[in-house]
């Protein structure tokens, strides 16, 4: 008798995480079901068998008739720079997402969401951030996705609804859209490396590993919140970049006050160098161990940008 597969819905498939998710899942594992807003939308790398279904976040009516037969959703569809829709998607639209899970007795929900929830209120204090620090968000994509966070957690249980909560660091990896690490990866193949202190640290996971860790758990029960990726000293960071490209790293240490300058004029979603804050992925290592981890994910990446040209 041939097993019944599970049936998972996959939202934000086409961007950079669902495209690399997708090129990893098994497709004869399970039923795969896509929910976009553009059915027409071509999505790079979709299975063979996948089922499209068109709604939008922000549409209940859409979302119930797409979850139909669903047991399990991988959410990965967020708003993140365009500022008149995030409450609309982030908020709104996890009530939405939620409401026609449990209308259609959805068993499992593995939400993505991000460190930056817990803000910047630790920027200026070295140490550790684990999933029980205090959550201080600095702008309105960090705190509609701690308030989404907060509407999974207080929805985990009803109808017997399991949801669990993965908060990735800076994610990089092939395919990356706006990609900074490209740019330091250029600074380092030409030689101008900057540190603001030896002590500076890099929060970052590789695409693959992220994608690792959301199929682990369409298998694994675990609920909760956990923080994904491993922080590493940047001038480790720097010299695995530099072995990868061949090239001697020359780091040069600057003064702080240029530092807080610097990082006046940055605007970026995430904090991904800090000087000594570490997010701690301890709780999730206790059961799940990176298939590649930041060095071999580094390596891979920047044979990509060689092989495509990209690093001036």
Not at 52 to 69: E, K, N
Not at 238 to 249: H, N, P, R, S, Y
Not at 268 to 292: E, H, T
Request: hydrophobic share 40%.
């Amino acid at each position: 008798m041939e097993k019944i597969k599970n049936k998972i819905a996959i939202t934000g498939a086409s961007g950079f995480i669902g495209r690399h998710l997708l090129e990893d899942i098994d497709p004869d594992a399970y039923d795969l079901v896509i929910i976009t807003r553009n059915a027409e939308k071509k999505i790079e790398g979709l299975p063979f068998g996948s089922t499209i279904r068109q709604a939008d976040l922000s549409d209940f009516d859409s979302l119930s008739t797409a979850l139909i037969g669903v047991n399990i959703i991988i959410n990965i569809a967020a708003e993140v720079r365009n500022a008149s829709k995030l409450e609309e998607t982030n908020i709104t639209g996890t009530r939405n997402l939620i409401r026609a899970a449990i209308e259609n007795n959805v068993s499992r929900i593995i939400h993505l969401s991000s460190v930056g929830v817990v803000g910047a209120q630790y920027n200026k204090t070295p140490l550790r951030i684990d999933e029980l620090s205090e959550c201080f968000p600095k702008n309105e994509y960090e705190r509609t996705k701690l308030e989404s966070e907060r509407l999974f957690r207080e929805a985990h249980g009803r109808r017997g609804l399991s949801v669990v909560i993965v908060r990735p660091t800076n994610v990089f990896g092939e395919h990356h859209p706006f990609n900074a690490l490209l740019n330091l990866i250029s600074h380092v193949n030409n030689g101008k490396i900057l540190l603001s202190t030896v002590s500076a640290v890099v929060n970052y996971v590789y695409v693959k590993d992220l994608c690792a860790i959301l199929l682990h758990l369409i298998k694994d029960d675990k609920t909760g919140i956990f923080n994904v990726g491993s922080p590493v000293p940047l001038k480790d960071f720097i010299d695995i970049i530099a072995a990868e490209l061949g090239k001697k790293a020359n780091k040069k240490l600057i003064p702080q006050i240029l530092v807080n300058f610097i990082e006046m004029l940055r605007v970026a979603k995430l904090r991904a160098v800090s000087n000594g804050i570490a997010y701690d992925d301890s709780k999730l290592k206790s059961f799940f161990d990176y298939p590649y981890g930041v060095e071999q994910g580094l390596n891979r990446t920047i044979e990509h940008y060689k092989k495509h040209n990209l690093i001036k």
